[in-house]
Every structure is written in C-alpha cells, then in structure tokens.
C-alpha cells in the first residue's frame, strides 16, 4: 500500500496526500484530546470524563462548570498551545539547520528567554505579565544573536548548532549570576519559574498565546514548500525558485516567536521542541519536515505528560518541566549515541 496518493481536483489542479502521515496526526490529535478530557477531570476534585464533556457543552453543574471552566480549562488549553508552539517551532530548527540536534533547548533560546523573565523578577520584582514580556523579549534578542553570530554568507546548519551551543553556556551563566543577587523571595519565585509548569494559568497566558499562534502557524504553513525545497540544498531550492535566505529569515523569526511565546507562558518546558519533530518524523516516515504531525505530537506530548505527573504524584506536586526534562533527557541521549553510531557526530 503506497503511503502517498495523488488527488486531483476540477480545473486540473492535484495534490499529493500522504496517507500514513494523516493518520499519524489523526491518531495524535486523539491522544491530545483524550489526555486533555482526563486532563481537565484530574485534580483535587476528581471529574469523571462524561461529566467533563456534558460541561464544556454546557450542560455541567453549577459548581463543575466553575471548576472545569474557569480553573482547570485554560490550564490544557495553554498546554496544548505551548506543546503546539514548541514542536513546530523546533520542527523549523531542526529543518533549516538540518540537524537533528538543532532545537530551542540546545540553541540557547530557552536561556535566553530565562533570562529576559529573570531580570524582570530579580532587578525588577515585576508581575507576572511582565515576565512574559520580559521573558520574550530574551527569546528574540537571544535569536538574533545566534542568527548573527552564525551568519557568514547565509546560515549553516552545524554553525548554527555550534554557535547556539556557546550562546547557550554564556546565558545560563548570566542565569546563575542572576540567581544569586537575587533576594530569597524573588529566587525562590525564579526557581519556580525555570522549571517550566502549567500551575496556575489562566486565560491572560491562553489568549496572547492563541493570537501569536493564529498569525504564525497559517505563515510557516504557507512557507512548507520552500521549506522542504530548502532540505536539498540552497543551490538547487534556488534553481527551483526558492528565495532561500528570505525564507529561511522568515522561518527562523517564526520559530523564535513560537518558542519565545511558549517560554513567556509556561516557562522553559525541556525538551518538547527536541522530541517531538523527531518522533513525529519517525511514525510518519516522511522525508519533509513533518510541520504539522511535529504541532500535534507537542501538544499531546506536554499533555499526556502533565497527567501523568498528576497522578503519579498529585496535582500542583510535580511541575510538568521536570517530566518532560528527563524524558527529553534520555531520548537525547539516545539520539547522541544514534547519531555517533552513524557517523554523523
């Protein structure tokens, strides 16, 4: 059975549809969706999954539409966002450098937000708004740098790698620095920050991030093609009629501004940006990007992760961060010894 079909439409147009590639994003947008209606029913007053249902259509008791509407709902949908934000965002990276190990968490971007948001808490004691900001205006500036500093003549893939790796060093030492003038309160509230959770967010995390999300996700989809002509080379996209550098500009602003969103709403969740293209790759087995079923598979990472810190150690007990960074941790580990083993490192 061929994975890819070809569909044709009236007026002589046709497009290719890659069949096992819809499924797996089928099959992931389920498991998003599950994890979230068990998400949403897990807690200190526990919901069973029907109850949740009636009440997102409206039809909940009064004090279940409160629980699950105003608490526990703009909670899944910030983390469907963020893991959406962050597995495409880390799905470009890996693209334009192509480099399996070109994601936010190893480029530095992920610090560089960090430490945007600690010095709004540290020299600042600013709110929780101006955290975000703060903590986005380190992801872009971070971005920049790396950018700049891995140009010469366009962007290479292991310059770009190498390049963030050193930007990477250089900010967490500016985070350490920072810790350490702050006072106990603004460190503690820091600490708490850096770990990367979903505790507590509302929909002042859900709307800004939905609207970065409506304006950037239709713009990189739009640019798939020239992404994927990119992954030939820059001489034959360009025979091809790929503006290479314009595109790969836009892209990378893009992918900065998913990961600096997701950081500014959820602090730096590890790892998600890493693992999820690569999975995502691996159950389809398509040889493009894999935008759309890397979006899916953050979502349904970050969820099914943070339900399963609920239950396996309470509500509010372990931030979804620590989850995700260790499972983030050993799969990059694999993926050294993979690549090693192939003699690509």
Same mark, same amino acid.
């Given at each position: 059975?061929?994975?890819?079909?070809?569909?044709?439409?009236?007026?002589?147009?046709?497009?290719?549809?890659?069949?096992?590639?819809?499924?797996?994003?089928?099959?992931?947008?389920?498991?998003?969706?599950?994890?979230?209606?068990?998400?949403?029913?897990?807690?200190?007053?526990?919901?069973?999954?029907? %109850?949740?249902? *009636?009440?997102?259509?409206?039809?909940?008791?009064?004090?279940?539409?409160?629980?699950?509407? =105003?608490?526990?709902?703009?909670?899944?949908?910030?983390?469907?966002?963020?893991?959406?934000?962050?597995?495409?965002?880390?799905?470009?990276?890996?693209?334009?450098?192509?480099?399996?190990?070109?994601?936010?968490?190893?480029?530095?971007? @992920?610090?560089?937000?960090?430490?945007?948001?600690?010095?709004?808490?540290?020299?600042?004691?600013?709110?929780?708004?101006?955290? #975000?900001?703060?903590?986005? #205006?380190?992801?872009?500036?971070?971005?920049?740098?790396?950018?700049?500093?891995?140009?010469?003549?366009?962007?290479?893939?292991?310059?770009?790698?190498?390049?963030?790796?050193?930007?990477?060093?250089? $900010?967490?030492?500016? @985070?350490?620095?920072?810790?350490?003038?702050? %006072?106990?309160? %603004?460190?503690?509230?820091?600490?708490?920050? $850096?770990?990367?959770?979903?505790?507590?967010?509302?929909?002042?995390?859900?709307?800004?991030?939905?609207?970065?999300?409506?304006?950037?996700?239709?713009?990189?989809?739009?640019?798939?093609?020239?992404?994927?002509? $990119?992954?030939?080379?820059?001489?034959?996209?360009?025979?091809?009629?790929? *503006?290479? =550098?314009?595109?790969?500009?836009?892209? $990378?602003?893009?992918?900065?501004?998913?990961?600096?969103?997701?950081?500014?709403?959820?602090?730096?969740?590890?790892?998600?940006?890493?693992?999820?293209?690569?999975? #995502?790759?691996?159950?389809?087995?398509?040889?493009?990007?894999?935008?759309?079923?890397?979006?899916?598979?953050?979502?349904?990472?970050?969820?099914?992760? %943070?339900? #399963?810190?609920?239950?396996?150690?309470?509500?509010?007990?372990?931030?979804?961060?620590?989850?995700?960074?260790?499972?983030?941790?050993?799969?990059?580990?694999?993926?050294?010894?993979?690549? *090693?083993?192939?003699?690509?490192?």
């Amino acid at each position: 059975m061929k994975s890819q079909r070809v569909l044709r439409a009236p007026g002589g147009l046709s497009f290719r549809l890659d069949v096992r590639a819809l499924a797996v994003v089928v099959l992931l947008l389920l498991v998003a969706l599950t994890g979230s209606v068990l998400l949403i029913g897990t807690g200190d007053f526990p919901i069973p999954a029907g %109850d949740v249902l *009636r009440t997102l259509v409206g039809g909940g008791k009064p004090g279940q539409e409160f629980i699950v509407t =105003e608490l526990r709902l703009p909670r899944v949908l910030v983390g469907l966002l963020v893991g959406a934000s962050l597995g495409l965002g880390g799905a470009l990276f890996q693209s334009v450098s192509r480099n399996p190990l070109g994601s936010p968490d190893v480029l530095g971007l @992920n610090q560089g937000a960090t430490a945007g948001a600690l010095v709004v808490i540290v020299l600042f004691s600013g709110s929780a708004t101006q955290v #975000a900001l703060g903590a986005l #205006a380190g992801g872009l500036v971070t971005g920049a740098a790396i950018h700049l500093l891995a140009w010469r003549q366009g962007v290479h893939g292991y310059r770009l790698v190498l390049v963030g790796i050193g930007v990477s060093a250089i $900010m967490t030492a500016v @985070n350490g620095f920072l810790l350490t003038k702050a %006072d106990m309160v %603004d460190a503690a509230r820091a600490v708490v920050w $850096m770990t990367g959770s979903l505790n507590g967010r509302d929909w002042d995390q859900v709307r800004p991030l939905f609207a970065l999300c409506a304006v950037l996700v239709p713009l990189v989809l739009g640019n798939a093609r020239g992404l994927r002509m $990119m992954e030939m080379g820059d001489d034959v996209s360009s025979a091809l009629g790929v *503006r290479v =550098e314009r595109v790969r500009l836009l892209l $990378m602003v893009s992918a900065v501004l998913l990961t600096a969103g997701a950081t500014a709403a959820a602090g730096p969740v590890g790892f998600v940006a890493l693992t999820a293209p690569q999975l #995502a790759r691996r159950l389809s087995r398509s040889p493009g990007p894999s935008l759309v079923p890397s979006m899916v598979m953050g979502a349904a990472l970050l969820i099914v992760a %943070d339900w #399963a810190s609920q239950r396996l150690f309470g509500a509010d007990q372990l931030p979804v961060g620590v989850v995700t960074g260790v499972l983030g941790g050993a799969y990059l580990l694999w993926l050294l010894v993979t690549e *090693r083993r192939a003699g690509r490192i």
